[in-house]
């Protein structure tokens, strides 16, 4: 065995590099399907828990079993009541102060019940059962009775159970007639209580209708209100003719206006001159004595006394004409002035008068609303008015009747067998129940258990390569030293006495034919085999040539399965390395039976030679082992040291198989420092043992962290160890 100066020298002649090329693709997450069961997952729950279903079963069957054969047979009587008409023309129907056209309401069976069960109400019927039966009390009465609505009919249906059947005739004897007699009593009650309510009542609906009268009358004198409708015409027609007059007086109004503008103008003013009779006779006198001036001029000079006097006469005429013209001009101004106010105000008066229409238009609506309130309320208080004098009437006639408003439809009747115990409706439902019991708890027990239970379940949820199953095996997790193999090259072949002294292995070697030992107990070791077998496959151009094998949490079984996987590459004709690399609670010393005085970390942290650390197995010369040492107090430091690197190169180049028994990953760096200088991490999955959120938590170090991740060990399986031992125990028959 070389020293670890060797080991250093080896480190820097073939470098680092070359083994990390030799990695394969990294598995970086796991793929898990959805939580949603089917049926077949459902029926192999069952089966797994079929102890859990078949012990409930049995303790609940046996239970209900046995109380029923031992109960007590119990009877039971009843009669049925009815208790309201079923034609609806009943008197107690017609009893109603309400419309008719309002639905009347049925009877309340959850009150009536409680009053038929109330302790007042029994009280008459109690004391007249003890006379017979002197045992019956209150409580005693109604523990026993039951009284119930028959479905959704107007039917009352009393029970009453007891261990003796003519107890049961005798006291629904009694009941019966005592709730006939209640009905009648109730009823005339209700009779005379109604007569009471009418003639309370009725003094003040006839007050009601008396105030109502007198307010209609009173609206119609203070508003001239015959009815809405015709209301309604009358003012929209004198609005019509009002809106008519208006337009007329408009037109007047403005011609009006027109004239007395064009009086404000000189072609006006010269118009009314020329209809002025007296101005024109003025004018005319003008004009004639212009005629004369003109003709005398011709024959007097202008001093002349005759021109003279004809001028004079002229000048005195035009202070007249003047005078004329504002007089007839003035009386035509005021002429138009009056016309037009008057015709202004005939205007305002029209606007007036409409809108004051206009607002009893609009005032309609409300005094149409009041109309019909107080006609509607009178109406009303006329109708309930009639109402309560016909009721009263009736219900006078009726006080006088004796008629039972309930009617016995089913008398009471002795019974003949019992209600309880029913053996088979109770040992079958007591079978069913037991069995859902069963079958629920055992769905419960799947339910809170967070592990995997079956091979199917793992490959369904995690998508990884399957790189085998191994079966469950007690002698395996209790005797893990017994199963250690001689050493013996490929030539040498061991006698009967010497393979039975070798271990669980020893079949391997063994060629006697007195004793199928492979076929008695190779369940595991054939599993082995398999597993190796598909390791080797991962990588037909390099083989693996070193390798993690490490799980989720303890308890899996990692360095178990560490431990017999080695045997299986030694017994192939390899030269194996197993190295104990879990620093924190070790475990290959106690299944190889080595000593565990100096180990790996004694390697790492010292200059320690190799040859003192690995150990050879004595049984099987090609397997060494470098067991974990004294545990150091931050492992963590040691296995990220150079070196570990150094060393771990080194295993790699001097051994066919190195095989690092690392510790669980669930919150711990140990196997992400050692996978990368590796050709991949096995992870061993135990069936009813690895916690799924651990899984979980493993799949999110391999995002954080890529790991070459081989594939997954799933150990632990009951039905492959089954299967062998069937097909292992059917060989040796048939052998």
Known sequence: MENHSAITSSFRKKGHSEHQSSNMP????????????????????????????????????????????????????????LVESVNEDSSLGKVSLLDSNIAKPSLDYESQIQVLKSPELLQGVIKQLQESYPEITYGSLLQDLTIRRFGATKVIEVSYKSHDTQKIKVVLDAISQFYLNYSLDKRQTKLRQGVQFADKQLPN????????????????????????????????????SLTQQRLAVNQQLAAARANYMSLQRQEGQLAILNNAPLYQQLIAQQRQLDTQISGELARFQPENPVIQTLEEKRNNLLPIIQSEARRALTIKAAEATTLLQRIEVDSQQLIQAEQQLQRKLEQLPVLSRQYTDIQRNLQLANESLNRFLTNREQLQIEVAQTELPWELIQAPMQPESPISPNIQRSLLLGFVASSLLGVGAALILEKIDNTYQTVESIQEKIKLPLLGTLPFDKSISHHPSRHLANSVSEQEVVSEDTAQGIGRFSNMF??????????????????LQVLYGNIQLLNSDKPIRSLIISSAMSGDGKSTVAFNLAQIATSMGKRVLLVDADLRCSQVHTLSGLNNLWGLSNLISSNMDMEQVIQEMPTMKNLSVITAGPIPPDPARLLSSDKMKQLMDYFHHNFDLVIYDAPPMLGLVDVRLLAPYTDGLMLVVRIGKTDKSALTQVQDNFKVAPINLLGVVINGDKKKLQGYNYYYSDYNKRG
């Open 26 to 81: 990294v598995f970086s997450a796991f793929e898990e399907t959805s939580d949603s069961g089917d049926l077949r997952q459902i029926l192999e729950t069952l089966k797994r828990r079929s102890l859990v279903i078949a012990g409930i079963s049995i303790v609940v069957n046996g239970g209900v079993t046995y109380s029923t054969l031992t109960q007590e047979p119990i009877y039971q009587g009843n009669f049925q009541l």
């Open 205 to 240: 609906i006839q007050n009601r209708v008396a105030q109502l009268q007198k307010e209609m009358q009173i609206f119609r004198q203070r508003y001239n209100f015959i009815s809405p409708e015709s209301q309604s015409e009358t003012i929209s027609g004198q609005i019509q």
């Open 510 to 527: 063994s060629n006697s034919s007195s004793q199928p030992r492979y076929y008695g107990y190779g369940a595991f070791w054939e599993s």
